[in-house]
């Protein structure tokens, strides 16, 4: 494991003075040789690898407006069957803008069936009139009650955007690959077409894989998932180019490929541009929060969930009064933007729970959730890009094997007991956790541990670069890297960094 000495100023007093920030070394290499560089390549994460802008226009589709199919607002009735005709009106012509005016509309009431409301179609977009006080909202009057509640985490999401269809077989990957490698080689590529995307899944026990992510640290026998399963992956791609059994992806490899090891290919059933715009989503959350006191505390609320899903996002949005804001299942290339969380804290706020290149952007969680923006299971690639929330919670980092994690610009407490994750699944997050200029706001943990001797929370070599706000202390021999603590460095966000880097520019969308 590559261990590097901070190389920049070692001030604990944060100055803010940009005169005094310099860019950083760590940075610099990366610009001379991306593949070479131990920093992940994030400027591929979000909607269409970052570069184009999210246009609910662009489609063209006819607009339904819920109220044509019956819905009416502020009127204290549930509009639940008018917005599933209002889905099933566009699913027929091919896609189309689900237009929600202003007022209060009910989307789960007493007498409503306990089923979630699914949009399993590409090119569907849920537009509402604003998601502030005199905008739109979509109240969740009761809870959907899971079917065994014992388990606490498992209500159902009150929306689910996504496929309802599964993944067929390909094949085997049959020669190796290096991280940043675009061209995979396939024993057959029989039914996959330019375009098309697909899954690339591998689970092993080999040594050297547990060693790429663990480093020196052992594997705890209670982490069963990881002991007797090992290491997990599943990461979604876009077909670029096909030429005989090689497939070149959209998107560059970020796990090395060992061909000796069982890495199947898929082709992914997915739905595509999908949007939910300019909404405020709330609950009728009320209750003091208690980790893990029932199904209702943990998950009743729960609002959106996305799943098989790719080039989709979430825009302008509010969460208010809920257990769960929002959480990407899987699918690639997703950005959530410009979203808040409100109201009484519940039990999560917006993280990617399984996706790849996935963007959560300029997120601000004033409920202080028990887990705030995260990552957790097999996400792949996850920038919180100006992600703030209280003092008295941290970002999720909830188990079972993410990789490849940005906290860029990222304001908030930073805490050892808010990670989460069952012990069979831990540590909290594999290779490749990376903060960027994270500001510190809570005085607790002078001295951070990031392996500590507690049962839970486990993360195994960050890399800490311009981390800045309360004064920390950081183990050494625990970190991957480590610069300019105490100072923030340039440039001020890596993933805009990157993504200059790569397109030469910033796309216009960052204006």
């Known amino acids: 494991m590559r261990k590097v000495l901070a190389v920049l100023a070692l001030s604990t007093a944060f100055v803010g003075n940009s005169f005094a920030q310099q860019e950083a070394k760590i940075f610099t290499e990366y610009k001379a040789d991306p593949k070479r560089s131990i920093l992940p390549d994030f400027s591929y994460v979000g909607y269409k690898n970052g570069e184009k802008l999210m246009n609910y226009k662009a489609s063209g589709f006819p607009t339904y407006d819920i109220t044509a199919f019956g819905a009416v607002a502020n009127d204290d009735k549930s509009d639940k069957d008018a917005i599933i005709d209002a889905i099933t009106a566009a699913n027929k012509t091919g896609g189309g803008i689900i237009y929600f005016p202003k007022g209060r509309f009910i989307i789960q009431d007493i007498y409503d069936d306990l089923n979630s409301i699914w949009v399993s179609n590409s090119n569907v977009v849920f537009k509402g009139s604003g998601s502030g006080k005199d905008g739109t909202e979509l109240f969740m009057k009761v809870p959907l009650q899971p079917q065994d509640t014992t388990k606490m985490w498992s209500s159902p999401p009150m929306f689910v955007f996504g496929s309802k269809s599964g993944e067929k077989n390909i094949g085997k990957i049959s020669a190796h690959a290096k991280v940043g490698d675009f061209d995979i080689q396939l024993d057959q590529t029989t039914d996959l077409t330019k375009g098309d995307w697909v899954i690339l899944t591998m689970r092993s026990k080999d040594e050297a894989s547990i060693k790429?992510?663990?480093?020196?640290?052992?594997?705890?026998?209670?982490?069963?998932?990881?002991?007797?399963?090992?290491?997990?992956?599943?990461?979604?791609?876009?077909?670029?180019?096909?030429?005989?059994?090689?497939?070149?992806?959209?998107?560059?490899?970020?796990?090395?490929?060992?061909?000796?090891?069982?890495?199947?290919?898929?082709?992914?059933?997915?739905?595509?541009?999908?949007?939910?715009?300019?909404?405020?989503?709330?609950?009728?959350?009320?209750?003091?929060?208690?980790?893990?006191?029932?199904?209702?505390?943990?998950?009743?609320?729960?609002?959106?969930?996305?799943?098989?899903?790719?080039?989709?996002?979430?825009?302008?949005?509010?969460?208010?009064?809920?257990?769960?804001?929002?959480?990407?299942?899987?699918?690639?290339?997703?950005?959530?933007?410009?979203?808040?969380?409100?109201?009484?804290?519940?039990?999560?706020?917006?993280?990617?729970?399984?996706?790849?290149?996935?963007?959560?952007?300029?997120?601000?969680?004033?409920?202080?959730?028990?887990?705030?923006?995260?990552?957790?299971?097999?996400?792949?690639?996850?920038?919180?890009?100006?992600?703030?929330?209280?003092?008295?919670?941290?970002?999720?980092?909830?188990?079972?094997?993410?990789?490849?994690?940005?906290?860029?610009?990222?304001?908030?407490?930073?805490?050892?007991?808010?990670?989460?994750?069952?012990?069979?699944?831990?540590?909290?997050?594999?290779?490749?956790?990376?903060?960027?200029?994270?500001?510190?706001?809570?005085?607790?943990?002078?001295e951070f541990n990031f392996w500590p001797n507690q049962r839970y929370w486990k993360i195994p070599y960050p890399i800490m670069v311009g981390f800045n706000g309360t004064s920390t202390k950081f183990i050494e021999s625990q970190l991957k890297y480590e610069e300019s603590n105490g100072q923030k460095v340039l440039p001020q966000s890596l993933y805009e960094g990157q993504l200059k880097n790569r397109l030469g520019k910033l796309p216009s969308w960052f204006k």
Not at 218 to 229: E, I, Q, Y
Not at 297 to 309: F, K, L, W
Not at 314 to 328: L, Y
Not at 434 to 443: C, E, L, M, Q
């Open 212 to 446: 790429l992510d663990l480093g020196d640290y052992p594997v705890n026998p209670d982490w069963k998932a990881l002991a007797n399963g090992g290491v997990d992956l599943s990461v979604v791609h876009q077909i670029a180019k096909i030429k005989g059994n090689t497939i070149t992806l959209g998107q560059p490899l970020a796990y090395p490929i060992n061909a000796d090891l069982d890495w199947k290919v898929a082709k992914y059933s997915q739905i595509e541009e999908v949007g939910i715009e300019d909404i405020a989503f709330v609950g009728n959350w009320k209750t003091p929060f208690v980790h893990h006191r029932s199904w209702l505390h943990d998950s009743g609320y729960t609002m959106i969930n996305m799943r098989r899903i790719t080039n989709s996002w979430i825009n302008n949005c509010r969460f208010t009064d809920v257990s769960v804001g929002a959480v990407v299942n899987n699918g690639a290339n997703i950005t959530i933007s410009n979203c808040e969380i409100t109201g009484n804290g519940g039990h999560e706020a917006i993280t990617n729970g399984g996706g790849t290149n996935v963007l959560l952007s300029n997120i601000t969680d004033k409920a202080s959730q028990w887990h705030s923006v995260g990552s957790s299971k097999t996400a792949m690639n996850t920038v919180l890009y100006k992600v703030t929330y209280p003092a008295t919670t941290c970002f999720e980092s909830h188990a079972s094997q993410p990789r490849n994690t940005l906290l860029d610009n990222v304001t908030g407490g930073l805490m050892m007991n808010r990670g989460g994750g069952d012990i069979v699944n831990m540590p909290n997050h594999m290779r490749n956790l990376v903060f960027w200029n994270y500001t510190k706001t809570n005085t607790e943990y002078p």
